[in-house]
């Protein structure tokens, strides 16, 4: 069995590539071009919208380079994930990247789309049926969770990926899909073990990050043979290395040996990691074990609000020292103030504080990691704040931002000196209107009959006009 090779250009599409380290990949001659296109990492707000959190135009950069030369080479080209969220918007604003690239290029190509939206109905119906579990930490999930849903998408496994390459397909959209799916899915179809493909593709979903030093905008390049995978950097400057590589294989799991996706688990209890040269790693021993139900993540989002924010920060010593006895006080005025107008939410994030458990990035872990390499507490002479304010409407958001940010301005805590304002405004209008707001309400585990049946291939021949 012949190695198969697999080029995966970027972290996500639109991230960007060296034309070098593409070069280099294109001189291996891959037989396929695979890049992940989305991610939850940015929050439910993108599911939500309907929009990308990456750039149009650096997304249109990126396929109108991978996909003439793939055509060119007559291989396929998968992109799954599209839009960043991969529901039914974010399909439909990548497939017309795709088509600009086509007309502007002069591209002709069998083009399979395959979307990922889920029914609520079908959602209801496998609640009902007993088929739907959470995932931790998300509770049991509830009709009234499903009504209130704006989108929901399933990630797709390799299965609707491999009938759309049995179609001809030459270019694949997909919407929201397993990560590992898009990079595994022709290595499964030619035949090679499952467990080694996807733990392949684990590999190469964020491409050079899986290096040293590693890098979301940098191609990586994997091979796969009988009982075993290779990967690479493409430039000289990373490399592989057995760490590297053994920890992005943990990369976002909670268990370092049984790693769960659709249709079963991949196990790593009997994987080897080999630095077979001082740039390239191969891999063995990786299993794929089917679960006896297939089931599919789903992720949905609902609206909770709108919100505004205002940034600011803070020098005086002795504001800083209160700062946990002022914060509460000027909730108290805003709540006293707008009595009767409705549930809200209204938030001090404090960065810059040294105290164990108060910091605005690394508070939640304790202690340590308040502290310099020294152990010691690390003195605090600025502080910045952002006032977050979510309500009904924006309007209301803006109001509580607004009383907030005034009534923190100017609020007269004991020992103050100046009263010409406790606060230092970086922008103006200092008050930021951030729009829609969005949390998960579905994060869950269905059960499918089909692993094809929620994720129809629909089939075009694209031609330039």
């Not at 789309?113 to 049991?140: C, F, N, Q, W, Y």
């Not at 009982?227 to 400057?237: A, G, H, K, N, T």
């Not at 991949?266 to 063995?284: G, N």
């Not at 094809?452 to 330039?464: D, I, K, S």
Request: hydrophobic share 40%.
């Amino acid at each position: 069995m012949r190695e198969l090779k697999i080029l995966s250009p970027t972290a996500i599409l639109g991230y960007g590539f060296p034309m070098a380290s593409w070069e280099e990949g294109m001189r291996r001659e891959p037989d396929v071009i695979a890049v992940d296109a989305g991610s939850t990492d940015p929050g439910p707000y993108y599911l939500g919208a309907g929009i990308s959190f990456t750039d149009r135009e650096a997304v249109k950069r990126d396929l109108g380079i991978m996909i003439p030369a793939a055509l060119a080479r007559g291989i396929p080209v998968i992109i799954g994930s599209a839009g960043g969220s991969g529901g039914a918007p974010h399909l439909q604003w990548n497939r017309e990247i795709i088509a600009e690239i086509a007309a502007e290029k002069k591209l002709s190509f069998p083009f399979a789309v395959i979307p990922s939206d889920i029914g609520k109905e079908a959602v209801s119906e496998a609640l009902r049926m007993g088929k739907i579990t959470p995932l931790h930490p998300a509770p049991a999930l509830t009709q009234a969770d499903i009504d209130a849903a704006v989108r929901i998408v399933a990630q797709m496994g390799t299965e609707p990926i491999i009938q759309a390459l049995a179609d001809g397909a030459q270019v694949i959209l997909t919407g929201r899909a397993y990560d590992p799916a898009v990079f595994a899915a022709l290595a499964v179809h030619r035949g090679y073990d499952k467990g080694l493909a996807i733990h392949l593709g684990k590999i190469l979903e964020c491409a050079a990050i899986a290096a040293t030093p590693g890098s979301g905008s940098d191609c990586m390049f994997g091979y796969i043979g009988a009982d075993y995978f290779r990967v690479e950097p493409l430039s000289p400057v990373r490399k592989c290395t057995t760490l590297s590589v053994a920890a992005h294989t943990l990369y976002e799991k909670t268990n370092p040996y049984i790693l769960p996706g659709p249709g079963g688990t991949l196990d790593l209890r009997q994987t080897v990691f080999t630095q077979e040269t001082d740039a390239m790693v191969r891999v063995s021993g990786s299993r794929f074990i089917p679960s006896q139900g297939y089931t599919v993540k789903l992720e949905g989002v609902k609206k909770v609000g709108c919100r505004t924010v205002s940034f600011a920060a803070a020098a005086d010593p002795v504001m800083i020292a209160q700062i946990d006895e002022i914060t509460p006080v000027v909730k108290a005025r805003v709540a006293d103030n707008f009595t009767g107008l409705g549930a809200y939410f209204l938030d001090f994030k404090i960065y810059g504080r040294n105290e164990p458990g108060k910091s605005g990035v690394m508070g939640i872990f304790g202690e340590s990691a308040n502290k310099n390499p020294q152990g010691e507490a690390a003195p605090c002479r600025e502080l910045a704040i952002i006032i977050d304010a979510v309500a009904s409407t924006q309007e209301l958001a803006n109001t509580l931002c607004s009383f907030a940010r005034s009534t923190l301005l100017h609020y007269g805590y004991p020992g103050r000196i100046s009263t010409a304002g406790n606060l230092a405004f970086p922008f103006s209008p200092s008050d930021i209107k951030m729009g829609d707001v969005y949390a998960f309400c579905v994060y869950h585990l269905m059960e499918v009959d089909d692993p094809c049946g929620h994720f129809p291939v629909e089939m075009t021949h694209l031609t330039a006009v």
